[in-house]
């Protein structure tokens, strides 16, 4: 157990409904990731948030993705009017100092 | 821009045999290199954690080595076991940013 948990595990939507994904790492982990895993690929980044603070943004996160972790705690991922190539591993890690931990990922389904 | 790429992409061994994955980065300006192994639907664990100044860190029957210069690591893996079974990912961090290699998935048959 890496203390970090994501929630739904799967999500099942339809093309162009909104979805948001849940993470919530442990208190200690100041620094917090998303990630985003298509099948037989490696984690890509998405975005980082250092507390609260947003600092990275990926050019894969377009307008229609958006992060927040408003008390530099739990963070949520929002994807409005999804797109099938939406389709893919959401992942959430946590951390401080070099290590990361990640949770067990959101598996999103666009129909 | 750091790519990270790992050989071989998959890798079917018998049980008890020793093995090496191989993790090449571009960048050799890291910050630290992770390995992780994931198990198929799941999120990834952290296995080893190798600071950019040091040169091997080991736990148990893995040791992974770190050579920035020439901008590669390797994880070795003792007298494999079926359990072992899973995709290994290595990962470089340089700065905030996180980038990770596709994985070698590897089988380990009984």
């Known amino acids: 157990d890496t203390g970090v948990s994501q929630d739904p595990r799967h999500k099942i939507t339809k093309r162009g409904q909104n979805v948001t994904f849940r993470c919530d790492p442990i208190?200690?982990?100041?620094?917090l990731y998303w990630y985003r895993q298509t099948l037989g690929q490696g984690p890509e980044f998405l975005t980082y948030?250092?507390?609260?603070?947003?600092?990275?943004k990926s050019r894969l996160l377009s307008d229609r993705f958006s992060a927040e972790r408003p008390k530099g705690s739990f963070s949520t991922l929002e994807i409005q009017r999804t797109e099938q190539g939406d389709s893919a591993m959401y992942l959430c890690?946590?951390?401080?100092?070099?290590?990361?931990?990640f949770g067990s990922g959101t598996q999103l389904s666009v129909l | 821009k750091q790519e990270v790429t790992q050989i071989p992409a998959a890798l079917s061994v018998p049980e008890g045999e020793n093995l090496v994955l191989n993790c090449s980065f571009t960048?050799?300006?890291?910050?630290?290199l992770q390995w992780f192994r994931q198990d198929p639907g799941k999120g990834l664990t952290s296995l080893l954690l190798?600071?950019?100044?040091?040169r091997e860190q080991t736990s148990g029957r893995l040791n992974a080595s770190l050579d920035k210069s020439s901008g590669r690591s390797t994880l070795y893996i003792a007298a494999s076991q079926p359990g072992d079974s899973a995709t290994y990912l290595c990962?470089?961090?340089?700065?905030?940013?996180?980038?990770f290699g596709a994985g070698t998935r590897l089988t380990v048959k009984p």
């Open positions: 208190s200690e982990h100041n620094r």
């Open positions: 890690a946590g951390g401080f100092d070099e290590k990361l931990f």
């Open positions: 990962a470089v961090i340089d700065n905030n940013d996180m980038r």
């Open positions: 190798i600071q950019s100044s040091q």
């Open positions: 960048d050799s300006a890291i910050y630290n």
């Open positions: 948030f250092q507390n609260e603070a947003q600092l990275e």
